[in-house]
């Protein structure tokens, strides 16, 4: 089945970090753009960020409020897209889901809470 | 940025009703726009990608039409499965960005 399985939310503190992975099954990973969305709760559905494939640049790109503070990367080998956030802050509360550029392709989403 | 708008924000139907969710974008994009159905707790699914193509699975009651800066999101005859949150979403440019939503509830 193809698939996208979000994993690593937890509570944090402010400006503590968090690392979330999303491992992808049954499709051609490699050449996928992929992105994160987030979705604060009661709210709608907010881009954080898309990286390119490999073989496309592996280029990056943040929306304005994660800028500098979240970081995307892919691990081919292990089918394995992250995102790396630090200095968290409480407006960073949110399900974040893990998606193809596109938009065609979501996971199932995983809960980071930030609590000062 | 590109905004997109969504209307209506909430909408009440019955089973049966032909329903129709309209999103402007604040300039072209084309195609490049995707419809998405969250229900509450759950993962948003696509439903039409491209503007009109449907996806595999998704009943045919579903359809979608525009191009440019006006898109449309119909249902045929509303089924009870189709009570959710509807977005809307422009994957022409960076930052990709979504409408707000249209809820749509039982009348």
């Known amino acids: 089945e193809v698939q996208l399985v979000e994993s690593g939310g937890a509570l944090e503190k402010t400006g503590g970090s968090l690392r979330l992975s999303c491992v992808a099954s049954?499709?051609?990973?490699?050449?996928?753009?992929m992105t994160w969305v987030r979705q604060a709760p009661g709210k709608g559905l907010e881009w954080v960020g898309r990286?390119?494939?490999?073989?496309?640049?592996?280029?990056?790109e943040y929306a304005a409020p994660v800028k500098g503070r979240f970081t995307i990367s892919r691990e081919d080998s292990k089918n394995t897209l992250y995102l790396q956030m630090n200095s968290l802050r409480t407006e960073d509360t949110a399900v974040y889901y893990c998606?193809?550029?596109?938009?065609?392709?979501w996971g199932q989403g995983t809960l980071v809470t930030v609590s000062s | 940025d590109i905004q997109m708008t969504q209307s209506p924000s909430t909408l009440s139907a019955s089973i049966g009703d032909r329903v129709t969710i309209t999103c402007r974008a604040s300039?072209?994009?084309?195609?490049?726009l995707a419809w998405h159905q969250q229900k509450p707790g759950k993962a948003p699914k696509t439903l039409i990608y491209?503007?009109?193509n449907l996806e595999s699975g998704v009943p045919s009651r579903f359809s979608g039409s525009g191009s440019g800066t006006e898109f449309t999101l119909t249902i045929t005859s509303l089924q009870p499965d189709d009570f959710a949150t509807y977005y809307c979403?422009?994957?022409?440019?960076?930052?990709?960005?979504f409408g707000q939503g249209t809820k749509v509830e039982s009348k």
């Open positions: 990286v390119k494939s490999k073989i496309d640049g592996e280029t990056e």
């Open positions: 300039q072209s994009i084309g195609f490049w």
């Open positions: 491209q503007a009109s």
């Open positions: 998606t193809t550029d596109d938009g065609r392709l």
């Open positions: 049954e499709f051609n990973f490699i050449d996928a753009w």
């Open positions: 979403q422009q994957v022409s440019g960076y930052p990709r960005t």
